[in-house]
């Protein structure tokens, strides 16, 4: 088998188990009735159904998988197999497009997750081009850039697949959304404000076979930062879910032509903690490769992420301080370039705790 380079070699406590605990409770939501306009109280009771099927998945699990979502299953097609004629490609093809610090759109392949480098490759793009984004990640910046992506030149038809198959995505982020806002008692289109100018992007992921699968991860473990993620997986398998009633691993079975969704920090934040984004990661198989495309749903870079104010009253007051997305991002994204000396920043950075001094209404971070 030969000998694995350190880089990819996660600690100890961190390296996945050979087997496979599945993932048994992690619901599967049925969306057929969002794509009914029928008006009867049928309909409306099956949709109040949906809202707190949504709402207990978010509650229980942070994560679910849904069916019947209306996404077309050709253009799904069509970009899983684009992806596949991507990395097929021989490297120094690859890398005409690759990404850098200061360009952080286009083709990587050694990114680094909690300081440990991934066994993947991966295309990253957005889904709205170019995006407005802070110049740099340093805390005082206050200059604007904008970022743009790198198309390959082959496959030829690659820009025009993912730019179709980003417009279905925003489709189905925004029906989730609206979803989670329900369950929430919120308006349906709490949420729409936010993504207005939005950050979101997509990336193709290809994890080639590993030969050491009890050392290394596919990704490692992590929770999305944004508003919510929608992952396509091929059959391989691979994503497992840390259990929020054990802490234990779990993997989650690809269900044909469905999408997994999780609930992102953003989403956490807004609803003050009565959902929560979950640690997840990616095993690696040792004989398949495997690909996913995951989405993610990420508001203007001028937003300030806070709980919402019609959730947080004097018997539930606000769990987080205040913060803008876009430093919260250029600050996650140096770890993505480089090795670092801690770990990067967390929404539980900015989680409050009231003082024994009530009088004087101060905060402090927990860290």
Known sequence: MGEVDPAFVQELEHRPKLGIIA?????????????????????????????????????????FQVINHGVSLEKREKIFNASKKFF?????????????????????????????RDWKEVFDFTAH????????????????????????????DLREICEDYAKEMERLAFKLMELIALSLGLRPDRFHGFFKDQTSAIRLNHYPPCPFPHLALGVGRHKD????????????????????SDGEWTWVKPTPNSYTIN?????????????????????????????SIPYF????????????????????????????????????KRSNFQKLDVENLQISHYRTSKLADKSEGALSINN
């Open 23 to 63: 993932a048994e409770g992690i619901p599967i939501i049925d969306l057929s009735t969002l794509s009914s306009s029928d008006a009867t109280p049928d309909h409306s009771q099956a949709l109040e159904g949906l809202v707190k099927q949504v709402g207990n998945a978010c509650r229980d699990w942070g994560f």
């Open 88 to 116: 097929a490609q021989p490297l120094e093809e690859k890398n005409k497009i690759r990404r850098d610090d200061k360009g952080a759109l286009g083709y990587y392949d050694t990114e680094h997750t909690k300081n440990v």
């Open 129 to 156: 081009n170019p995006i407005i984004i802070p110049a740099s990640y340093k805390p005082d910046e206050k200059e604007l850039t904008k970022l743009g992506n790198q198309w390959p030149e082959h496959p030829p």
């Open 225 to 244: 930062p944004g508003g919510l993620t929608i992952l396509a997986q091929d059959d391989v398998g691979g994503l497992e879910v840390k259990r929020k």
């Open 263 to 291: 609930v992102g920090d953003i989403s956490q934040v807004w609803s003050n903690d009565a959902y929560e984004s979950v640690e997840h990661r990616v095993k690696v198989n040792p004989e398949k490769e495997r690909f």
């Open 297 to 332: 749903f990420n508001p203007a870079h001028y937003t300030i992420v806070k709980p919402l104010e019609e959730i947080v009253n004097e018997q539930n007051p606000a769990k987080f301080r205040p913060y803008n997305w876009a430093d919260f991002m250029a600050n996650r």
